[in-house]
């Protein structure tokens, strides 16, 4: 083995010092000049690491062996993923499991600052300090056992039940699920052959009993996938499909419909109860909820969702609130239908509220661009990838917005995961 540069190439082993840390998950070395994203490892080790893919100014590799462990590395909570196994057999879901958990919170932060600063273009002495905290218990309980919902893949030839090994589509039989939460252990069909089926979806709803859904070949959702269970986000139930989406950690819903009504709340006289408020991507209605419960009797928020199915139960979870709407719609589609709107729905809307919880690729360039146009006065943004929030960060800023909160909640333990909330307010 060597490590001249002519000779870099995949399948190589190369050693490393690894210095940084990128989103996803994976860290940064250099190589002779060449940047080298490696998993498996943290700032302040020294690795030896296996070429996975070279390209001319970047590679990706695997640690095979610590040469030399930063204090923050620990055992890792998951066997399966640990770097005991061959990297083809590593199982994915835990990337951050090798390190403890107040250290994957200062990755986390670390990760969140550089994107704002490079993608976001904030300086930082213009940034609003902030930390990516826990969720209640998770430091109590190492990080394990919040995941209430969990998929399992099949293998095609063998019918073996299991994870995708990291970055593959390759089932890895394993023993244990470390993050799920006790009431899926028993569902849990590990080590079992199930040849006719495609995935298995195990949920645990905090208000009814844990279920197994299954995904049979040809077909495209899980047998009973439309069905309704229900959550209990305080003292309010709320319907979801058993398919549907729903917050996986056990605590995420209620932490969530807490930083929301929260930030409604610290708007103070900036807050509108009447104006033309928006729940954009509003799934069943769980920010739309936060909001009004905080925003007094008068007010009205109308929830916009694509999926129907959603909308629906959106409906009825809202119903207890006499200005709510639950809408099926694209968002784009729906901001493009506002703009054409009377001169009198576009003051409203410049008054306005927007709740916004997109899917990982953010609001993009088209709907920042729309919520330009429309001007509301405030905007609550909650973003579950740290490069897309800072992408629409800079351009809402120089649309004449200032991020005046930020938050990080560290709702996925042991994986690169995280949420960000931040607070926007019109400068003008």
Sequence with gaps: MTNSAAALETGTEITLEV???????????????????????????????????????FARAVTTEVLQAAPERVPHIWHAASIDRKPKWRAGGAEFGHIELAAQRELKTRVLTDALQRQGKIAASEMPEFEVLPLAGD??????????????????????????????HRVVPVTDLPLAVPELLPLAPLGESMPDVAAVDLIAPNSADARMLLTYHGEAAPVGADDVVYETVFDSEFQVRAGGFWQVHTGAAERLYAEVAGATAALGERLDPSANNLDLYGGVGLLAAAFLDTAGERARIASIEAVESATDLAAENLSEFTGAQALTARTEDYLADLLRGSALTREKLRRATVVADPPRSGLGVKTVAQLLELQPANLIYVACDPVAFARDTQLLQTGGYTLVELRGLDMFPHTHHFETIGLFLRDN
């Excluded at 190589?31 to 690795?47: C, N």
């Excluded at 430091?139 to 090994?165: F, S």
């Design 139 to 168: 430091d109590d309980a190492g990080g394990l056992g919040w995941r209430t919902r969990v998929r399992l893949q099949v293998d095609r030839e063998t019918g073996v039940v299991g994870p995708y090994a990291a970055r593959s």
């Design 19 to 57: 210095t940084g840390i990128a989103h996803g998950g994976v860290a940064i070395a250099r190589h002779e000049g060449r940047v080298i994203f490696v998993h498996d490892t943290m700032p302040g080790e020294t690795v030896r690491a296996e070429l996975t893919e070279v390209k001319k100014n």
